[in-house]
Protein backbone atom coordinates (compact mmCIF):
# COMPACT_ATOMS: atom_id res chain seq x y z
CA UNK A 1 0.00 0.00 0.00
CA UNK A 2 1.80 3.19 -1.19
CA UNK A 3 0.24 5.52 1.43
CA UNK A 4 0.07 5.51 5.13
CA UNK A 5 -2.42 6.24 7.56
CA UNK A 6 -1.45 8.94 10.11
CA UNK A 7 -1.21 7.94 13.39
CA UNK A 8 -3.69 10.84 14.95
CA UNK A 9 -6.33 10.56 17.21
CA UNK A 10 -9.05 12.26 14.92
CA UNK A 11 -12.71 11.82 14.18
CA UNK A 12 -11.55 10.74 10.13
CA UNK A 13 -8.23 9.25 8.85
CA UNK A 14 -5.81 11.60 7.57
CA UNK A 15 -3.97 9.40 4.43
CA UNK A 16 -0.27 10.03 3.42
CA UNK A 17 1.34 9.41 -0.05
CA UNK A 18 4.33 11.36 1.63
CA UNK A 19 6.22 8.18 2.58
CA UNK A 20 6.46 9.19 6.53
CA UNK A 21 7.93 12.99 5.69
CA UNK A 22 5.22 14.77 7.94
CA UNK A 23 7.34 16.91 10.56
CA UNK A 24 5.04 18.19 13.74
CA UNK A 25 3.60 21.32 12.42
CA UNK A 26 2.57 19.65 9.16
CA UNK A 27 0.73 16.79 11.29
CA UNK A 28 -0.99 19.67 13.24
CA UNK A 29 -2.28 21.00 10.30
CA UNK A 30 -3.64 17.85 9.09
CA UNK A 31 -4.83 17.36 12.54
CA UNK A 32 -6.38 20.80 12.13
CA UNK A 33 -8.19 19.98 8.85
CA UNK A 34 -9.25 16.49 9.97
CA UNK A 35 -11.39 17.31 13.20
CA UNK A 36 -13.99 19.46 11.02
CA UNK A 37 -17.21 18.12 11.30
CA UNK A 38 -18.27 18.49 7.77
CA UNK A 39 -14.85 16.80 5.95
CA UNK A 40 -15.85 13.59 4.61
CA UNK A 41 -13.98 10.26 4.51
CA UNK A 42 -10.95 11.14 5.02
CA UNK A 43 -8.29 13.77 4.18
CA UNK A 44 -5.47 12.54 1.16
CA UNK A 45 -1.99 14.13 1.55
CA UNK A 46 0.24 14.37 -2.10
CA UNK A 47 3.61 13.31 -1.81
CA UNK A 48 4.87 17.04 -2.46
CA UNK A 49 3.08 17.95 0.73
CA UNK A 50 4.40 21.14 2.67
CA UNK A 51 3.11 23.87 5.01
CA UNK A 52 0.31 26.56 4.06
CA UNK A 53 -2.29 28.66 5.47
CA UNK A 54 -5.06 26.56 7.12
CA UNK A 55 -4.33 23.64 5.40
CA UNK A 56 -1.64 21.59 3.90
CA UNK A 57 -0.52 22.41 0.02
CA UNK A 58 -0.32 19.07 -1.31
CA UNK A 59 -3.61 17.88 0.54
CA UNK A 60 -7.16 16.79 -1.00
CA UNK A 61 -10.29 17.82 0.95
CA UNK A 62 -13.80 16.38 0.25
CA UNK A 63 -16.32 18.25 2.59
CA UNK A 64 -20.18 18.15 2.89
CA UNK A 65 -22.00 21.31 3.47
CA UNK A 66 -19.36 23.64 3.62
CA UNK A 67 -16.04 25.05 2.23
CA UNK A 68 -13.29 26.13 3.19
CA UNK A 69 -11.78 29.53 1.13
CA UNK A 70 -8.32 29.57 2.46
CA UNK A 71 -7.88 26.22 2.32
CA UNK A 72 -8.44 27.01 -2.15
CA UNK A 73 -6.21 29.85 -1.53
CA UNK A 74 -5.47 32.74 -2.68
CA UNK A 75 -4.62 32.32 -6.33
CA UNK A 76 -7.49 29.94 -7.12
CA UNK A 77 -7.32 28.16 -10.21
CA UNK A 78 -3.88 28.15 -10.24
CA UNK A 79 -2.49 25.32 -12.89
CA UNK A 80 -0.17 24.43 -15.39
CA UNK A 81 -0.63 24.08 -19.13
CA UNK A 82 1.37 22.62 -21.48
CA UNK A 83 1.81 21.30 -25.72
CA UNK A 84 3.27 19.14 -27.31
CA UNK A 85 4.81 20.70 -30.80
CA UNK A 86 5.19 18.96 -33.91
CA UNK A 87 8.99 20.43 -33.61
CA UNK A 88 11.76 18.33 -32.42
CA UNK A 89 15.34 19.18 -30.45
CA UNK A 90 17.25 19.50 -33.66
CA UNK A 91 14.99 23.35 -34.78
CA UNK A 92 15.79 24.82 -31.10
CA UNK A 93 20.05 24.56 -32.27
CA UNK A 94 21.10 28.53 -31.73
CA UNK A 95 17.78 29.88 -30.79
CA UNK A 96 17.22 29.70 -27.13
CA UNK A 97 18.71 33.10 -25.97
CA UNK A 98 16.24 34.64 -28.74
CA UNK A 99 13.31 32.42 -27.65
CA UNK A 100 13.76 33.57 -24.32
CA UNK A 101 14.02 36.96 -24.70
CA UNK A 102 10.79 37.08 -27.24
CA UNK A 103 8.82 35.72 -24.48
CA UNK A 104 9.80 37.74 -22.00
CA UNK A 105 8.97 40.60 -24.46
CA UNK A 106 5.46 39.29 -24.93
CA UNK A 107 4.05 37.86 -21.93
CA UNK A 108 4.24 40.45 -19.14
CA UNK A 109 6.02 38.65 -15.29
CA UNK A 110 6.02 40.00 -12.03
CA UNK A 111 3.42 43.00 -11.23
CA UNK A 112 3.17 43.70 -14.79
CA UNK A 113 0.17 43.81 -17.59
CA UNK A 114 -0.84 44.09 -21.63
CA UNK A 115 -0.46 47.26 -22.66
CA UNK A 116 -2.38 46.28 -25.34
CA UNK A 117 -5.66 44.16 -25.08
CA UNK A 118 -6.52 41.29 -27.95
CA UNK A 119 -10.15 41.46 -29.09
CA UNK A 120 -9.94 37.55 -27.96
CA UNK A 121 -9.51 38.67 -24.18
CA UNK A 122 -11.83 41.84 -24.19
CA UNK A 123 -14.46 39.75 -25.94
CA UNK A 124 -14.38 37.05 -23.34
CA UNK A 125 -18.10 36.28 -22.26
CA UNK A 126 -17.65 36.05 -18.95
CA UNK A 127 -16.67 39.81 -18.12
CA UNK A 128 -20.69 40.42 -18.87
CA UNK A 129 -20.68 38.69 -15.26
CA UNK A 130 -17.99 40.72 -13.49
CA UNK A 131 -20.52 43.41 -12.16
CA UNK A 132 -22.05 40.25 -10.05
CA UNK A 133 -18.68 39.50 -8.61
CA UNK A 134 -17.31 40.96 -4.69
CA UNK A 135 -18.28 44.77 -4.30
CA UNK A 136 -14.65 44.19 -3.10
CA UNK A 137 -13.23 44.24 -6.68
CA UNK A 138 -15.81 46.35 -8.86
CA UNK A 139 -12.65 48.59 -9.82
CA UNK A 140 -10.45 45.94 -10.82
CA UNK A 141 -12.25 44.81 -14.23
CA UNK A 142 -9.88 46.77 -16.27
CA UNK A 143 -6.87 45.59 -14.57
CA UNK A 144 -8.14 42.45 -14.55
CA UNK A 145 -8.74 42.56 -18.75
CA UNK A 146 -5.02 43.93 -18.89
CA UNK A 147 -3.42 41.34 -16.65
CA UNK A 148 -4.77 38.56 -18.72
CA UNK A 149 -2.35 36.70 -20.26
CA UNK A 150 0.05 37.63 -17.91
CA UNK A 151 2.27 35.38 -15.84
CA UNK A 152 2.41 36.66 -12.92
CA UNK A 153 5.26 36.32 -10.14
CA UNK A 154 6.29 33.60 -7.42
CA UNK A 155 7.23 30.08 -9.10
CA UNK A 156 4.98 30.78 -11.71
CA UNK A 157 7.05 30.09 -15.45
CA UNK A 158 6.74 29.43 -18.87
CA UNK A 159 9.31 26.92 -20.26
CA UNK A 160 10.72 25.01 -23.50
CA UNK A 161 11.28 21.15 -22.80
CA UNK A 162 12.26 18.04 -24.55
CA UNK A 163 11.08 14.65 -23.67
CA UNK A 164 12.97 11.30 -24.15
CA UNK A 165 12.51 11.43 -27.87
CA UNK A 166 13.45 14.64 -28.41
CA UNK A 167 9.96 16.39 -29.24
CA UNK A 168 9.87 19.75 -28.08
CA UNK A 169 6.78 20.57 -25.50
CA UNK A 170 5.84 24.01 -24.19
CA UNK A 171 4.83 24.98 -20.74
CA UNK A 172 3.72 27.06 -18.32
CA UNK A 173 2.76 27.73 -14.66
CA UNK A 174 -0.04 30.99 -13.79
CA UNK A 175 -3.20 31.56 -12.13
CA UNK A 176 -6.10 34.14 -11.86
CA UNK A 177 -3.20 36.66 -11.17
CA UNK A 178 -4.78 39.86 -8.83
CA UNK A 179 -8.39 39.40 -9.53
CA UNK A 180 -8.56 35.67 -8.10
CA UNK A 181 -6.06 37.06 -5.05
CA UNK A 182 -8.77 39.90 -4.50
CA UNK A 183 -11.40 37.67 -4.63
CA UNK A 184 -10.00 35.26 -2.37
CA UNK A 185 -8.75 37.98 0.41
CA UNK A 186 -12.38 39.44 0.52
CA UNK A 187 -14.31 36.13 1.40
CA UNK A 188 -11.46 34.87 3.77
CA UNK A 189 -12.19 37.79 5.47
CA UNK A 190 -15.81 37.34 5.37
CA UNK A 191 -15.21 33.72 6.34
CA UNK A 192 -13.35 34.78 9.77
CA UNK A 193 -15.66 37.61 10.35
CA UNK A 194 -18.58 34.92 10.45
CA UNK A 195 -16.36 32.47 12.97
CA UNK A 196 -15.65 35.19 14.76
CA UNK A 197 -19.22 36.53 15.32
CA UNK A 198 -20.36 32.41 15.79
CA UNK A 199 -17.71 32.24 18.64
CA UNK A 200 -17.00 28.96 16.94
CA UNK A 201 -13.79 27.30 18.11
CA UNK A 202 -11.86 26.62 15.21
CA UNK A 203 -8.25 25.12 15.62
CA UNK A 204 -6.92 27.71 13.15
CA UNK A 205 -9.31 31.23 12.13
CA UNK A 206 -7.76 29.96 8.45
CA UNK A 207 -9.62 27.01 8.73
CA UNK A 208 -13.09 29.77 8.92
CA UNK A 209 -16.18 28.70 6.23
CA UNK A 210 -19.03 28.99 4.53
CA UNK A 211 -22.25 26.50 5.00
CA UNK A 212 -24.16 25.56 2.07
CA UNK A 213 -27.39 27.49 1.35
CA UNK A 214 -25.95 31.02 3.08
CA UNK A 215 -25.96 34.10 1.08
CA UNK A 216 -22.03 33.76 1.98
CA UNK A 217 -21.65 30.68 0.52
CA UNK A 218 -23.39 31.47 -2.63
CA UNK A 219 -21.21 34.48 -3.41
CA UNK A 220 -18.05 32.36 -2.68
CA UNK A 221 -18.81 29.73 -4.83
CA UNK A 222 -19.79 32.12 -7.49
CA UNK A 223 -17.12 33.99 -7.82
CA UNK A 224 -14.59 30.68 -7.21
CA UNK A 225 -16.00 29.54 -10.61
CA UNK A 226 -15.35 32.62 -12.33
CA UNK A 227 -12.08 32.78 -10.57
CA UNK A 228 -11.06 29.29 -11.93
CA UNK A 229 -12.38 30.20 -15.43
CA UNK A 230 -10.34 33.37 -15.52
CA UNK A 231 -7.12 31.21 -15.13
CA UNK A 232 -7.66 28.53 -17.57
CA UNK A 233 -7.84 31.22 -20.21
CA UNK A 234 -5.49 33.31 -19.01
CA UNK A 235 -3.15 30.04 -19.83
CA UNK A 236 -4.56 29.73 -22.63
CA UNK A 237 -4.22 33.66 -24.07
CA UNK A 238 -0.39 33.12 -22.96
CA UNK A 239 0.06 29.60 -24.70
CA UNK A 240 -1.28 30.62 -27.49
CA UNK A 241 1.13 34.07 -27.52
CA UNK A 242 4.05 31.78 -26.69
CA UNK A 243 2.89 29.30 -29.43
CA UNK A 244 3.00 31.82 -32.02
CA UNK A 245 6.55 32.56 -30.73
CA UNK A 246 8.29 29.38 -31.19
CA UNK A 247 6.56 28.75 -34.53
CA UNK A 248 8.30 32.36 -35.65
CA UNK A 249 11.46 30.61 -34.82
CA UNK A 250 10.75 27.42 -35.95
CA UNK A 251 8.25 27.24 -38.83
CA UNK A 252 8.20 31.04 -40.45
CA UNK A 253 5.28 31.60 -38.50
CA UNK A 254 3.90 29.23 -40.08
CA UNK A 255 1.05 28.12 -37.86
CA UNK A 256 0.78 24.17 -36.55
CA UNK A 257 -1.26 21.61 -34.80
CA UNK A 258 -0.12 20.52 -31.25
CA UNK A 259 0.12 16.73 -31.05
CA UNK A 260 -1.44 16.79 -27.21
CA UNK A 261 -3.13 19.89 -24.92
CA UNK A 262 -3.11 19.79 -21.12
CA UNK A 263 -4.57 22.74 -19.03
CA UNK A 264 -5.13 21.51 -15.32
CA UNK A 265 -6.09 23.55 -12.28
CA UNK A 266 -4.65 22.74 -8.99
CA UNK A 267 -5.71 25.69 -6.52
CA UNK A 268 -9.09 24.92 -7.02
CA UNK A 269 -12.66 23.37 -5.44
CA UNK A 270 -15.42 22.07 -7.70
CA UNK A 271 -18.75 19.58 -7.05
CA UNK A 272 -17.63 15.71 -7.28
CA UNK A 273 -18.93 12.25 -6.47
CA UNK A 274 -16.91 10.22 -4.53
CA UNK A 275 -17.58 7.34 -2.59
CA UNK A 276 -21.13 7.15 -4.01
CA UNK A 277 -21.81 10.69 -2.34
CA UNK A 278 -21.94 14.09 -3.83
CA UNK A 279 -19.26 16.32 -2.04
CA UNK A 280 -17.12 19.35 -2.28
CA UNK A 281 -13.23 18.75 -3.60
CA UNK A 282 -10.80 21.25 -2.78
CA UNK A 283 -7.18 20.36 -3.99
CA UNK A 284 -5.01 22.93 -2.54
CA UNK A 285 -1.87 22.17 -4.94
CA UNK A 286 -3.02 18.65 -5.94
CA UNK A 287 -4.23 17.68 -9.68
CA UNK A 288 -7.36 15.71 -10.52
CA UNK A 289 -6.45 12.66 -11.60
CA UNK A 290 -9.47 10.45 -12.55
CA UNK A 291 -9.12 7.64 -15.08
CA UNK A 292 -7.86 9.28 -18.86
CA UNK A 293 -7.62 12.72 -17.04
CA UNK A 294 -4.18 14.26 -18.41
CA UNK A 295 -2.47 15.64 -15.30
CA UNK A 296 0.89 17.94 -14.95
CA UNK A 297 3.39 17.60 -12.58
CA UNK A 298 6.49 20.01 -12.46
CA UNK A 299 9.92 19.72 -10.97
CA UNK A 300 12.04 22.35 -10.40
CA UNK A 301 13.70 24.67 -12.98
CA UNK A 302 17.18 22.52 -13.11
CA UNK A 303 15.09 19.07 -12.70
CA UNK A 304 12.57 17.61 -15.15
CA UNK A 305 8.98 17.42 -15.16
CA UNK A 306 6.34 14.50 -16.00
CA UNK A 307 3.45 14.30 -18.79
CA UNK A 308 0.95 11.66 -16.24
CA UNK A 309 -2.44 10.62 -16.79
CA UNK A 310 -5.06 9.51 -13.77
CA UNK A 311 -5.35 6.11 -12.42
CA UNK A 312 -9.10 7.24 -10.92
CA UNK A 313 -7.45 5.93 -7.02
CA UNK A 314 -10.60 6.73 -4.82
CA UNK A 315 -8.37 6.61 -1.85
CA UNK A 316 -6.68 9.78 -2.98
CA UNK A 317 -9.72 11.29 -4.05
CA UNK A 318 -8.91 10.53 -7.78
CA UNK A 319 -5.93 13.03 -7.60
CA UNK A 320 -2.14 13.19 -7.76
CA UNK A 321 0.76 15.57 -6.47
CA UNK A 322 1.12 18.84 -8.59
CA UNK A 323 4.70 19.60 -8.50
CA UNK A 324 8.17 18.90 -6.53
CA UNK A 325 7.13 20.83 -3.28
CA UNK A 326 9.24 22.88 -1.50
CA UNK A 327 12.24 21.89 0.45
CA UNK A 328 12.78 24.84 2.47
CA UNK A 329 10.98 28.51 2.43
CA UNK A 330 12.22 31.54 0.03
CA UNK A 331 13.74 33.34 2.52
CA UNK A 332 15.79 29.90 3.77
CA UNK A 333 16.64 29.27 -0.17
CA UNK A 334 17.93 33.15 -0.17
CA UNK A 335 20.57 32.31 2.94
CA UNK A 336 22.04 28.78 1.82
CA UNK A 337 22.88 29.18 -2.03
CA UNK A 338 24.61 31.69 -3.56
CA UNK A 339 24.60 32.77 -6.95
CA UNK A 340 26.97 30.46 -8.30
CA UNK A 341 25.26 27.24 -7.07
CA UNK A 342 22.18 28.71 -8.89
CA UNK A 343 24.25 28.98 -12.16
CA UNK A 344 25.35 25.05 -11.12
CA UNK A 345 21.86 23.67 -10.62
CA UNK A 346 20.73 25.34 -13.97
CA UNK A 347 23.43 24.28 -16.27
CA UNK A 348 22.20 23.89 -19.30
CA UNK A 349 18.92 25.85 -19.06
CA UNK A 350 18.00 29.00 -20.87
CA UNK A 351 17.09 31.45 -17.92
CA UNK A 352 17.81 34.24 -15.81
CA UNK A 353 20.76 33.78 -13.28
CA UNK A 354 20.33 36.47 -11.01
CA UNK A 355 19.60 36.97 -7.28
CA UNK A 356 16.30 37.51 -8.26
CA UNK A 357 15.10 33.90 -9.14
CA UNK A 358 17.95 32.79 -5.93
CA UNK A 359 14.52 31.95 -3.89
CA UNK A 360 13.65 29.50 -6.73
CA UNK A 361 17.07 27.36 -7.08
CA UNK A 362 16.29 23.70 -7.72
CA UNK A 363 17.78 22.85 -4.30
CA UNK A 364 14.64 24.50 -2.44
CA UNK A 365 12.81 21.86 -3.84
CA UNK A 366 12.12 18.34 -3.22
CA UNK A 367 13.27 15.75 -5.47
CA UNK A 368 10.94 15.09 -8.59
CA UNK A 369 11.49 11.27 -8.91
CA UNK A 370 11.10 10.94 -5.15
CA UNK A 371 7.61 12.66 -5.33
CA UNK A 372 6.49 11.00 -8.69
CA UNK A 373 7.58 7.48 -7.33
CA UNK A 374 5.46 7.90 -4.30
CA UNK A 375 2.57 8.27 -6.55
CA UNK A 376 2.53 5.27 -8.47
CA UNK A 377 -0.44 3.72 -7.63
CA UNK A 378 -2.04 7.52 -8.63
CA UNK A 379 -0.89 8.48 -12.04
CA UNK A 380 0.83 6.48 -15.16
CA UNK A 381 3.51 8.49 -17.05
CA UNK A 382 3.02 9.63 -20.21
CA UNK A 383 6.30 11.88 -21.09
CA UNK A 384 9.52 12.81 -19.06
CA UNK A 385 10.43 16.11 -20.33
CA UNK A 386 13.73 18.36 -19.46
CA UNK A 387 13.56 22.28 -20.06
CA UNK A 388 16.03 23.93 -21.92
CA UNK A 389 14.10 27.56 -21.43
CA UNK A 390 12.66 28.98 -18.28
CA UNK A 391 11.34 32.65 -18.36
CA UNK A 392 10.68 33.03 -14.61
CA UNK A 393 7.89 35.41 -13.10
Known amino acids: MPYEKL??????PVLSWANHSLGPEETKMAKNVAS??????????????????????????ATKEAIIPAA?????????????????????????????????????????????????VTNWQRWDD?????????????????????????NH????????????WLMLHSGSRNIGNKLAQCHIHTARELAHMAGNKLPDLDLAHFVVGTPEFQAYWHDLQ????????????????FKHIVEKHLAGGKATKPLL???????????????????????????????????????????????????????SFCSCS????????????????????????TNGVECRKDEGVLDEIPGAYKSIDEVINQQIDLVEIVATLKQVVCVKG
Open 226 to 241: WSQNYARVNRDVMMAR
Open 72 to 120: VGVDIGCGMSAIKTVFTAEQLEGKLKKIRLDIEAAIPTGFNENKDVEKF
Open 322 to 345: HGAGRLMSRNKAKNVYTLDDLIEQ
Open 130 to 154: FKNLHRGVQDLQSKAMKQMGSLGGG
Open 36 to 61: LPFVFKHVALMPDVHLGKGALVGSVI
Open 7 to 12: EITTPI
Open 261 to 315: QVNCHHNYAEKEVHFDEDVYVTRKGAVRAQTEDYGIIPGSMGAKSFIVKGKGNAH
Open 157 to 168: FIEVCLDTENQV
